[in-house]
């Protein structure tokens, strides 16, 4: 199996430079569109100008030095609002101060986004003093064959995400490091993990992971004694990650990474699913692992459990209550959708929130961040399931 991503070449830009137009395949490793305006500038653009043609929705192609264009980037940051102010509006509910948050963010990265620089094959930043990105972009968004254009901002996100690959994080329930690729999350809080790795099993011979991610859920309960676990999740990129993790730890044998939208074919006595936690419209790769737009994934997952539980089995729902928190989602919507799927509630185990935006008083929402509760739902079906 392949674990580097196909290239997301989605169209063409123009720009003209030295009274000649020039065009080249437009990449970007988060499949966002291409710009239809695009201009030719260099170092002696000022952040003053590059905010105007920003604003505008122009997009700048930069031909100047690299570490020029990483400056500007940043100055532009400094001069777009990034949501953070901690007051609200007059009459503002928190989840409507908390969409407007989100907007304000999504703009902000739209507008920085209008930062191109250009690639050639190799890849490589076709720039003075470039770095050499070849392996970060390979695994972000694939090779590139000929001259293209790109945000330099998924260019710094493939080479940070380039470090996290080959450094790696240390997992304390697994005691062990795993590697997240570009696009996958990384388990940095530990809660979930915790309770994963502690709560009663109610058997070891066989578990399904939904949504695998990094595959770290799997490892768990792998290291916990679980003879077989089936990891299924419906991104390529995830499934090569978990592939790769799993083999690195010694458990390619006991732990299949499987492509699969939701559950895999059959039943088990023991189904673990870590939806995102928050209902929302992801804008990025990442956000995938945060949103989850009209709560589809946790619904599919609470409504597919009671045909894929053995009987007696339990299906562990880990979330927390953040969204209840920012006013996204309430405890009795959550309640009534465990009930309509036909499942009871057997026990839940609770941890408070150890992250670090629990504790940063400058966060926007630090009030229901700092309350914040992560959860392992026990359910099971509310009936013996015919066979």
Known sequence: MSTEPTAAAHATVTWTRDGAEHTALWHSANGAKAPRTVVAVDDALTADDAYRLAAQGTAMLWTGDYHNARQLLSALARRLPDGTRKHKHRGETV???????????????????????????????????????????????????????????????????????????????????????YGTFAPIRSEYLDLVAQAGLPSRELAFDIGTGTGVLAAILARRGVARVIATDSEPRAIACAAENLELLGLAGRVEPLLADMFPAGRAPLIVCNPPWLPGTPHTLL????????????????????????????????????????????????LDWIEAAGLVIRDRLDTPAKHPRSMDRNDPFFDARSRETTSLWKLGAARTQAF
């Open 95 to 181: 989840a409507e101060a908390f969409y407007r948050y989100r907007q304000s963010r999504s703009q902000r990265a739209r507008v920085l986004g209008l930062l191109l620089v250009p690639l050639e094959a190799g890849p490589a930043v076709a720039l003075r003093r470039a770095p050499d990105i070849a392996g970060a972009w390979l695994a972000a968004a694939g090779p590139v064959t000929g001259p293209a254009v790109v945000p330099l901002q998924d260019v710094l996100g493939a080479i940070g995400a380039w470090e996290w690959r080959r450094n790696g994080l240390f997992v304390e329930a697994l005691d062990a490091v795993i590697y997240p690729h």
């Open 287 to 334: 956000d995938n692992a945060v949103y989850d737009p009209k709560s589809r994934m946790l619904k599919a997952f609470l409504n597919g459990l009671a045909d894929h539980l053995e009987p007696g089995g339990e299906g562990w729902l880990v979330i927390s209550d953040l969204a209840e928190l920012l006013g996204l989602r309430s405890r009795d919507e959550l």
